[in-house]
Nanobody, 128 residues
Framework: QVQLAESGGGSVQAGDSLKLACVDP??????VGWFRQAPGKERDGLAA???????KYADSVKGRFTISQAAAKNTVYLKLNNLSAEHTAMYYC????????????????????????WGQGTQVTVSS
């Protein structure tokens, strides 16, 4: 059973950084992505990483956000740098649920329909 849990959100000042974590205590997966949803807005894909450490970013976050993983800890991170008020949102991680050995080629947060399992989210609030 897939159980993703996000952590690391909080209330920060503009210009600060945060490092979000996404953990499943039991498994590693082929693909894990990070998404955000601000109040009244649609959900945006931010970044995704596959089991081979191949990373894809949305254009809006390239150079500002960094996705990484610690397979030994079943954890995928998203480092948010130089935050501004526009980054205030609920941040979610999600996975396709396939095992790390799957060997797929599609891992991309721009394909949200491929992500079948979602965490509960962690709130990021940035004050200017």
């Amino acid at each position: 059973q897939v159980q993703l849990a996000e952590s690391g959100g909080g209330s920060v000042q503009a210009g600060d950084s945060l490092k979000l974590a996404c953990v499943d205590p039991k498994y590693n997966y082929y693909c894990v992505g990070w998404f955000r949803q601000a109040p009244g807005k649609e959900r945006d894909g931010l970044a995704a990483i596959d089991a081979d450490d191949d990373r894809k970013y949305a254009d809006s976050v390239k150079g500002r956000f960094t996705i990484s993983q610690a397979a030994a800890k079943n954890t995928v991170y998203l480092k948010l740098n130089n935050l501004s008020a526009e980054h205030t949102a609920m941040y979610y991680c999600a996975t396709d649920g396939m095992p790390a050995t799957y060997g797929g080629t599609w891992c991309d947060s721009g394909r949200p329909g491929e992500f079948r399992y979602w965490g509960q989210g962690t709130q990021v609030t940035v004050s200017s």
